[in-house]
């Protein structure tokens, strides 16, 4: 083998050195850009996901205080009908002590 051919043999795998290195590095990019872009769809999925979810469970809490506040007030206007009432007695049990305690002590 002469001098000319060994330099265009080595000149020849230099440049299929480089054109794999080249293919392979380009191919590699690629790969390694599909992955994060996968990733980052999944994971933006994932987040909305959780988003809907955290929404949804707000949503139903609010529901719950909602009726829970219903009654409650359900309760307190119970509570107060009952006070009114308990106040109407005491208003005919004072007028009446106060009967007889005049009767008693002869102040009429």
């Known amino acids: 083998m002469t001098e000319p051919q060994v330099w265009t043999l080595i000149g020849v795998f230099a440049a299929a050195l480089f054109g794999m290195l080249t293919l392979m590095s380009t191919m590699f990019i ?9 990733l980052r769809r999944e994971m933006l999925g994932e987040i909305s996901g959780l988003r809907y979810e955290m929404l949804g469970e707000i949503s139903g809490l609010r529901g719950e205080m909602t009726g829970l506040r219903g009654e409650l007030e359900t309760g307190f206007a119970a509570v107060r009908s009952d006070i009114r009432r308990l106040d109407a007695r005491v208003d005919s049990l004072d007028s009446d002590v106060q009967a007889l305690t005049k009767r008693s002590y002869g102040i009429e």
Do not use: F, H, T, W
């Open 30 to 38: 690629r790969i390694l850009r599909a992955e994060i872009s996968g």
